[in-house]
């Protein structure tokens, strides 16, 4: 069974302490309450935030590891850098919220969009942005210690925070790129 956590990666417990998330997505298909118990051992969240008033679930923290399995259905696993999540309330073009890195400088009013490609097509797969860094070389080092490769990285998008928040405020309806150009 194939499975996502709706955008705002909300869950409800109900009786007994069962878990349901909301607009789940299994198999394609949108189920309104899902239950959740497997669902959450696999995406537990470490906890929530807010950075510069964005909305930040971590599923990640510094440290840990992230797993799972590539598209030749070969296991990967990563030792995170900086705590990894998403901004709640968006979509990325992967149907996903906008995944995020949060550095260590709460108050940079850059935001650093690193764009992946898929390296079998050499088409764009999904953006994930670079919060608390001061230059575009410090985001894309702290991008590259969290993965393997770096041939996936098509380039980086520097942006002013606040058209960050007002590009991503639309992606709900219509899920894109976050980009006003491409830099490598």
Not at 124 to 146: H, P, S, V
């Amino acid at each position: 069974m194939k499975f996502s956590i709706d955008n705002n990666g909300d869950v409800e417990y109900g009786p007994n302490g069962t878990a349901y998330i909301h607009s789940l997505i299994v198999d394609g298909n949108l189920s309104k309450a899902v239950r959740a118990t497997d669902l959450q051992k696999a995406r537990k969240l470490h906890g929530k935030m807010t950075f510069q008033g964005l909305p930040i679930s971590i599923e990640n923290r510094k440290g840990s590891y992230r797993s799972g399995v590539d598209t030749d259905g070969k296991p990967w696993r990563s030792k995170l850098h900086s705590p990894y999540g998403y901004i709640r309330g968006t979509m990325g073009t992967d149907g996903d919220a906008i995944d995020c890195f949060i550095g260590p400088n709460k108050q940079s009013d850059t935001v650093f969009i690193v764009h992946q490609k898929d390296v079998k097509t050499g088409k764009f797969d999904e953006d994930k942005c670079m919060l608390g860094w001061n230059t575009r070389k410090q985001a894309l080092a702290a991008y590259l210690i969290n993965y393997n490769r770096s041939d996936q990285v098509i380039g980086v998008t520097p942006m002013p925070m606040a058209t960050f928040k007002m590009k991503i405020a639309g992606t709900r309806k219509k899920p894109m790129m976050i980009k006003s150009r491409v830099s490598r």
